[in-house]
Structure formats: C-alpha cells, structure tokens
C-alpha cells in the first residue's frame, strides 16, 4: 500500500524535468568524518582480545562476572568493578543454522552463529560468535567450545581476531 501526499509545501519537480535538463542538479559527496569511542571498558576488552584473550568484569558486590566488560553492574550499580581475564573455553547456550550471509547472499553449507557461554564468567554470561570446524547438523546445546584466534601478528583488537570457536579436542 502506498500513500500519495498531496498537500506538501513548494513545487513538485518531474522525472520529466530532470530528465531534460531543466533542473539543475550538483552532484554531492558528503564527507562524513567522525570519531567513535569504545569507551573505557570496551577498549580493555579489544585490547585483551588483540592480545589474544577474552576479559570480563567482577562485580565485588553482587559476585557476577560478565562478558564483554561493563564500566559498571547493571544490577547494583557498583562501579568498583574488577577486570578479570576468563577462559577462551565455553559452552553453547544457543545457535542457529544460517543459509544467508551478513550481505544476503544465499549459501549452501550453513553459517553457525552461537551464543557460547565463556567458562570463568557467571551463569548466562557469553558473547555471540560464529562456530567452525563442527558439522552444522552435529551442534547441539551444552556443546563445549573453544576459541581458534587468529596469528598475533594479523590481530586487530576486534571480535574478530577469534575466527571461531570449535569443538574442544581432547582436553
């Protein structure tokens, strides 16, 4: 359903118009320049990711250890929150088999998007994160996963310096 607005202020201006030139158009490029900041807490956690492990914060008070990092606890508000490093380990809390990439392109063989729990964090606390090296009809919850990072040089200080987490072998 459409609906045609008629009672806007100004001129309308044609396709027709355009089309003959009796419009005049300049072409623009906006530059859009900004800066984003990950603030205090974020930054410890891509800092830690780019030096090769995962970092969460203890809250003293409530005793909750959370996934990514926050500059205070939600639950009590304390901000005398402590960073802790926690395993690169964990266990799938949930997953979905995804036959379309981020861009919509249709695929065969199925992404795995999973939210893993990371061991040393509270019950429930995990990030989202794709899984590898595991056939997709095989995933299931209570899988345990772990981390396969990226070589130190090729880190960046993102999520994505894990390209994913994969079944644990033998440990």
């Not at 030139?21 to 320049?33: L, M, Q, S």
């Not at 900041?37 to 891509?46: F, H, N």
């Not at 005398?80 to 964990?90: F, H, K, R, S």
């Not at 997953?95 to 509270?122: K, N």
Request: charged share 25%; with cysteine; glycine share 8%.
């Amino acid at each position: 359903m459409s609906v045609k607005i008629t009672n806007w202020p100004g001129t309308e201006v044609t396709l027709e118009q355009i089309q003959r030139g009796d419009i005049t158009a300049i072409p623009y490029a906006p530059r859009a320049e900004y800066a984003w900041d990950t603030g205090v807490a974020i930054r410890k956690y891509l800092e830690a990711l780019r030096d090769g492990y995962l970092l969460g914060v203890r809250c003293p008070r409530c005793d909750r250890t959370v996934i990514p990092p926050r500059a205070f606890c939600e639950l009590c508000f304390s901000s005398a929150i402590e960073y802790v490093p926690l395993q690169d380990t964990g266990t799938v809390n949930t997953f979905s088999l995804c036959y379309v990439t981020w861009d919509v392109q249709w695929i065969t063989e199925p992404l795995v998007p999973a939210v893993i729990e990371i061991d040393g964090a509270s019950e429930g606390m995990g990030i989202l994160h794709l899984l590898g090296e595991v056939d997709p009809q095989a995933v299931k919850t209570g899988l345990r996963v772990e981390a396969v990072w990226k070589t130190k040089r090729s880190r960046q200080g993102a999520i994505t310096d894990i390209k994913y987490f994969r079944p644990v072998r033998g440990k």
